[in-house]
Every structure is written in C-alpha cells, then in structure tokens.
C-alpha cells in the first residue's frame, strides 16, 4: 500500500505539473499595459511554487517508499541535519522568495494603485447596481453632472440620478451599457455603487476592483489592443449576480471619437 | 500492550471526581456533563453537518455541469426552491451559502477541535474531565441550537441566506428589498452564527482553564501530546476570534432588525427604494469578519496539525523531529494568524498601502508552516512505517497541505489577486488547504481512535478502499479549479451565460464528476463507521503501540478515564524507537527505572 501511494502521488504530481507547464488552461491574452507585470508575476510565481511542489511530493513519495517496505529488522534513521536544517532550509526558501516576489509584487502594484492616472487619462464615471454597470462620459462640456441618489429612476433611465433640469454639466453626459475606451490611452475610472457590493473584473485587461457602497474607488489602466470583451462581477451581490456583465470594446482613437460623437448626438 | 500500565498511582481522595456518573439516559446520554459522552455528541453533529453540506454541494455541482437539467429527486426533496428539479439562480446561492456556512463553521470547526478535542484532551492530560463541566454541556447544545437555527430557514418562505459564508454587507444588512433570501434567512443565519460564537467561546475557555490547570502529575507543558498542545493553541485563537465575530453578528443583526447603521453607509437605492440609512460602512464589516475569518482557517487546520503530529510517531515508530520547534511553529502560526486578514480584502478599497502591509506577514507565516511540513517529512524520512488507514490519511494531509498551501503563495500577493480574486483559484486553493486537509486530519484522528472512544476496532480494508478513491478523488475534484482560476472562471455564479466562460463547461463537468465520485467513496466509510461501531472486533487499550495517556486506560475509558486512580507521568509523547520492556516506545506513565531496563 505504501508504494501505490507513493506511485499515486508521483502521478498525480507529475500529470499536474504538466498541465500547469503547458499552460493547458491559461489566462487570456493579456491587452493592457499593467499585464506584462501581472503576467510576470505570475509565472515568476509558478515556476517557485511549482518546483516546491514537485520536490515536495516526491520527497514525500520518496521517503514512503523506502519507508513502508516492511522489514522488520530495518533501522531506523534520522533526517540529516535533523530540524535547525529544516529551519535553516525554510527560512531561506521563503527569504528568497520575500525578496523575489514581494519586491518585484509592490512594484506592480505601486503601478496600478499608487500612481496616479496619467493627466491625459480618458475620465469614466462607473456606476454598478443590481445587476448592470453602467459608464458615464463627460460630454463635450467636459464635466459631469453631480449624481442624486433619490433621483436614481431606472425606469426612465435616470441611472445616475442626474438633474439635468438644475444642473447645466448634467445635460450633456453620455451613459453607455457597454465600456468604450480608445486603444494606448490611459482611462481612470472613477467607480461607485448604488446598493450593494459589486466588483469589475475584465480578465484580458488584468484589472479587478471592488465596488464597495459609499466610497468612490478610483482605477486606472491602459488597453493597447483593439479588441471587444467583457466585463463581468466578481463579488456577490444578488440572484442576478452571475448574468452582471457588459461588453467592453477597445477602439482605434478615430473610432473612439466617432463613438463619442455618435453618444452624444443621440 | 493490551493491558493498562501498573504505573499509575491510586487517585487521592481529596481529588475524586467533581460530579458523580449519571444514572439516568438523559443524564448520561443527552444532558451528559461527561467530557466523552460531549465529545461524540460533536462528532456526531459535526457527521450530521458534513453529510449535509455534501449534499448540497452535490446539487451545486450537478446545476453547474448540467444547468438547464433537473437534479434527480430535489423537486420532491425541495419542491417550493427548486419546481421540477430546476435550479432558480438565487437557489443555486441559497444553497452555496449554506454549504460554506455549514461545512466552516459545523465541520471544520466542529469536529477536529470540539470533538476529538473534547474526548481526547481531558484524558491526554491525565484529568477526569473538563474543568468546568456545565459549560461544557452548554457549549454542545447551544452549538447545537445554532445548528438547528441555520437549517430552520429551509423551512421558512423565503429561504436561507444567499448572501455568501462571509455575508459581506450592505447585502447582508440591507434586509429583503436586495433580493429573495435577504429577509428572514439572512437574520436566522446572523442569529445562528452568534449563538454559535457563544458556543465556540464557552469550550474555548474550557479547554485553556483545563489544559492550564488540570494537568495530572508530572504533565508538564514539554510532556503534553502534539495534538493536545494543538487543542489547546485552537482555543487561544477561537477565543480571540470568535470574541469578534459575536459583536459584528449582533451589529448586522442589529442593522437589519433595529434600523441601526453599523455597515449601511448614506445614498443606498435598492430597488429603486432610497434606503433610510447613513454613517455605516460596509468595509467595517469585513474587517470585523476577516478579523475573524483568517483566523478560523487555523482554528480548522491547526487541531490536524496536532493530530498528524501525533500519529505520525506511532505509525513511523520513530520519535517527531523537532517537537520544541513543531510547537513553536504552532504558536507562531496562531500569533502571525492575526496580522493577515486583510490579504482577503486587496481589492476592497481599504488603501492600496496596507495591501502591502497585509502581504508580507501572509508571506511570513509561510515560514512556520513551511517548517511543519518539513518536520513531518523529516519524520516519515528513514521510519518503519505502519500503513494504517490513519497512518496513510496523515500521508495525504501531508500533500494536500502541500498543495494548498503553494497555491496561498499566489493569492498573498496584491498584483497577482489583481487578477486571481473572486476566481476559481480561490475555491480551489482553499478546499485543498483548509477543507480538504482538515478532512484528512479529521479522518486520520477517527481511524486513530475509534477504538478508544467506542471500543471496537474499524476496519482496515473498508478504510484502505476509503482512503484510495478519496484521495484520488480530491485532487480530480479541486486541483482542476485552479485552471479554471487562471482562465479567468468566477465563483459563485450559478451558471456561466459570458461568452469567455463557455469553454470552462466540460472542465466543469468533469469536476461534477469527480465530486460525484468523490461523495460516493465517503459512502464506505458511513459503512465502516456504522458496521464497526456494533459488529468491529472488541479494541485493545492500546492498539496501535502508543505512548500518550489515552492509551494507558481501557477502551473505552470508563466515566472519570482512570478507573479511580490518577496517572503520573515521567516521560514525554514522543519516544518511540528507543528500546524497552514494550518493544520499541515508552509509555508516558512508564516509570523512569522500568523504561531504562532492557
């Protein structure tokens, strides 16, 4: 029993290793700028854990093996270096891998939530709500209007409870159903929610954030290929929570501005 | 090895035993004050819980593989949910929710540390019982009346809860304008959890008052088994943290029933209804609940810790390499358990700077478990192995832990759960490191005492099959979570209508499959249990030649453990290999003088 189990751990081992290897099933081509961190990261990551994946199970294979062969007159030995060597050894493992990973990790973090947008940054105002996002663009005035929870109506589209009647920057502001953003130029999106939690989470740009009620969470990102995705939420927020989705498209810049101009004209 | 020592002394009179055996069956049988008869009595609600949560995670599986289809025999089984068979999407929720609920906090938490904690740690120790008693009895019913208040809201018009394990708010506290399953079932799951806590607290004060003071002689803290220091590390850290959750269960219940806003900030419209509210943050309660949370994976994983710690010298036949460092690790791993919440709160928009801060002492407590693992490596390493059925469940703890504890290293940091959060890969990497490990813990510890607690031996060949498709079972089931993560699948979604997601379906299917396969290999060990507890040969008192104190008494252990004497110790739980009067180990009670002759 003791060499079908360390057969089976080898197996099973060696069967996932591979599949994580050859990225059987992998992430989506990355189309941001971010990703190339995000993506290094990663593979940084499963090539680390991955090599103590499979020397530990094997180990563990290993010493089963030689361990359960039944003899009775066998003598027992102790593990070389006994445990300062395990302490020694796992100290140094995850040192290296502190060093390695958290380093390398803050800086692609800083890039995403510590620096600010770029100030050319296409500026979207997105708000979620049981179970639609929608995206708000400022408008030839360049401003946006400033949201009134009462008003909120969506049976009459009032989506972000704007007041257009009293406020001039309201007027022009153009709600889409769909995320529209020109490629290579940054986008900050400024996201809040109406009710509950909801979370954004667009796999190809490598971009997650939570929306969390009462507070606006700003997140920024750079597409650079003309693609058209989705975006979908991650955090639970009702019955429809698994139908919470939206397109996003990624235009060329001529595009994007015809878009836009066609948006406001409507 | 089949009789009980001659070393253990006559008991003195000034300390027999603090109540009398109970005569009557409902003394003896239901309002027991007898640690053991409470201990089963976990047991068995935590083997009640884990058939439930199961099953319904069985009816998960089969919607997500096959969603358009009927699940065989739930229209009868829950005809007002689920008509036809025919999985609603807030369903489909309702149930996920109450099988994380029921599988965190009535099995995991349940079983490893309230049950077999509650047998085995009085007598490890060398006492009669629990130091207090009454509380302990009132610890199990009102875990139990927790229970009972849970699963009452499959009986309630609306439904349980749908709002997640983790009830993040303002779903949780907004009340029934968020959706079916946010009314009466979300206020009986926040109720359940707070009496639950309740519970959790009166045994955790328990075990720490009896480890600190009912030590028998010569028991000192250096001679007290593994997976009674485990036991006892368990409590310090579900009294901390269950000392939180209680209040923030009483805030939300407060918010829902009471009109307060602990976690409803101002401008909220549900259902296009401006709700009444303002000042609350949601975030507080996450806080609150992952102060909690982060910790209630080591009050899961930390008694499987203890428990393969003290099998694995008995089986290995070979002393634990380094017990001073295994019991520091433990401790390490329950002090840094407090610094890390907040590595499952990257993305929730507290600020990005404390995303750091959350990230590096996550990536520490690696370090501790790191060093466990090798230690238990290092202890199978060059041993005579005994492959019992606990013996190989130990072996695959090993690996599994292993496995789900590599895959933390993804989700400890920010930029990869940029990526990774709210995706299969979490569902994966923690039902290998907590659900899947501490099953396997839990498993090992009723194989390793069945015979002490009912007196009867389990059988060995049910348990070898049991053991071999489970464990092959397991990693088909969840080690294929992890890609789909990578892909980009989202939990909790009732079905996949994305267009990215449609590929994930036959890996779905396959998972479905295996978790099928899976909960059917659990069918032999019922079986077992059910068989063996009336027909399984009459047990020894020590079968498995080991040292530790439960195994000096007969099996199963009469009501005050010694039969009227009281146990000194002279050595401590690890001194297997060594030659002796026994063969090759040294029963802790064996005096000093009988060990040392050959």
């Known amino acids: ?266 | 090895m089949d009789t009980v020592s001659a070393s253990i002394t006559e008991h003195a009179p000034a300390a027999a035993h603090h109540h009398t055996a109970p005569t009557g069956w409902i003394r003896k049988y239901v309002f027991s004050l007898d640690h053991k008869v409470i201990g089963k009595q976990y047991l068995g609600l935590g083997l009640l819980a884990v058939c439930t949560g199961m099953a319904l995670s069985w009816v998960m599986r089969y919607h997500l593989a096959w969603p358009d289809k009927a699940v065989p025999l739930l229209g009868l089984i829950a005809p007002k949910f689920a008509a036809g068979g025919v999985i609603t999407p807030e369903f489909y929720l309702q149930v996920m929710t109450m099988h994380g609920t029921i599988m965190v906090f009535f099995v995991l938490t349940t079983a490893p540390f309230a049950g077999f904690g509650n047998f085995i740690l009085p007598i490890q120790l060398g006492a009669e019982d629990m130091a207090f008693p009454r509380f302990n009895m009132m610890s199990f019913w009102v875990t139990f009346v927790a229970f009972a208040v849970l699963v009452a809201a499959f009986f309630i018009p609306d439904g349980p809860a749908l709002s997640g394990w983790t009830a993040y708010a303002p779903l949780s506290a907004v009340g029934k304008a968020s959706g079916p399953g946010e009314g009466l079932g979300q206020t009986l799951w926040a109720v359940s959890i707070a009496i639950f806590c309740i519970g959790q607290l009166l045994g955790s004060l328990n075990f720490i008052a009896t480890t600190l003071d009912l030590r028998t002689k010569g028991m000192t803290f250096m001679r007290m088994p593994y997976s009674t220091w485990a036991w006892f590390i368990t409590a310090i850290i579900a009294l901390i943290a269950f000392s939180v959750l209680l209040p923030a269960c009483v805030m939300l219940i407060l918010d829902r029933v009471a009109g307060t806003s602990f976690f409803i900030p101002a401008g909220l419209v549900v259902s296009d209804t401006l709700q009444p509210h303002s000042g609350g943050s949601p975030l507080l309660w996450q806080h609150l609940f992952w102060f909690f949370g982060h910790p209630e994976v080591y009050i899961a994983i930390v008694p499987s810790f203890g428990i393969v710690s003290t099998i694995l010298p008995v089986v290995c036949r070979k002393p634990h390499l380094g017990p001073r460092v295994l019991i520091g690790c433990m401790l390490a791993i329950a002090g840094l358990s407090y610094m890390v919440w907040g590595h499952h709160m990257f993305l929730s928009g507290m600020s990005p700077t404390s995303a750091t801060l959350f990230s590096v002492p996550t990536l520490i407590i690696t370090i501790p478990s790191a060093i466990v693992t090798l230690l238990w490596l290092g202890t199978v390493y060059g041993s005579k192995l005994r492959l019992t059925t606990a013996a190989l469940f130990c072996l695959a703890f090993i690996s599994v832990f292993v496995t789900g504890g590599l895959s933390g290293f993804f989700l400890s940091q920010p930029s990869i759960d940029t990526y990774l959060h709210g995706t299969y890969f979490v569902v994966g990497h923690f039902h290998f490191v907590m659900g899947v490990a501490a099953m396997f813990g839990i498993f090992a510890g009723t194989y390793f005492w069945f015979p002490k607690i009912f007196g009867r031996m389990m059988n060995e060949t049910l348990g070898k099959w049991h053991f071999a498709l489970t464990f092959i079972g397991v990693y088909a089931t969840f080690m294929p979570m992890h890609w789909l993560g990578l892909t980009g699948n989202v939990r909790r979604y009732s079905s996949f209508p994305s267009d990215y997601m449609h590929g994930s379906l036959p890996l779905h299917r396959f998972i479905t499959f295996s978790a099928l396969f899976l909960g059917g290999a659990q069918l032999i060990f019922l079986v077992n249990l059910i068989w063996s507890r009336f027909r399984g040969p009459i047990a020894p008192a020590n079968p498995w030649e080991a040292s530790s104190l439960e195994w000096d008494t007969t099996s199963p252990p009469p009501f005050d453990n010694f039969g009227g004497v009281h146990p000194v110790v002279y050595h401590g739980p690890n001194e297997f290999g060594v030659a002796s009067p026994r063969g090759d180990y040294v029963m802790q009670t064996d005096p000093p003088a009988a060990a040392a002759a050959v």
């Open chain 1, 1 to 266: 029993m003791g060499k079908l189990f360390a057969v089976a751990v080898t197996v099973i081992t060696l069967i996932s290793a591979a599949l994580f290897v050859t990225h059987t099933w992998w992430l989506p081509p990355d189309i941001s700028v971010l990703g190339r961190g995000i993506d290094g990261q990663i593979t940084e990551t499963m090539v680390f854990t991955g090599a103590l994946f499979v020397a530990a199970q094997l180990a563990l294979a290993l010493f089963v093996w030689q361990s359960s062969d039944g003899v009775a007159t066998r003598v027992i030995r102790s593990f070389p270096g006994g445990a300062t060597f395990m302490v020694v050894f796992a100290c140094a493992i995850v040192s290296i891998e502190l060093v390695s990973l958290v380093f390398v990790g803050t800086k692609v973090w800083s890039s995403i939530y510590l620096d600010a947008a770029p100030a050319n940054a296409l500026h979207i105002d997105v708000q979620a709500g049981q179970f639609a996002f929608y995206f708000r663009y400022a408008g030839p005035d360049g401003k946006f209007g400033v949201p009134h929870p009462e008003l909120i109506d969506e049976g009459n589209s009032n989506f972000f409870g704007l007041d257009p009647k009293n406020d001039t920057a309201a007027r022009d502001d153009i709600i889409s159903a769909s995320l529209v953003v020109p490629v290579n130029q940054p986008v900050l999106l400024t996201m809040h929610s109406k009710d509950v939690g909801h979370s954004l989470f667009i796999p190809e740009l490598r971009l997650q954030q939570d929306f969390v009620p009462g507070l606006v969470i700003p997140v920024h990102f750079t597409a650079t290929g003309i693609t058209k995705t989705e975006v979908v939420c991650t955090q639970l927020c009702g019955l429809g929570h698994y139908n919470m989705r939206a397109y996003v498209e990624v235009l060329s810049r001529d595009d994007f501005a015809k878009w836009l101009v066609d948006q406001a004209g409507q």
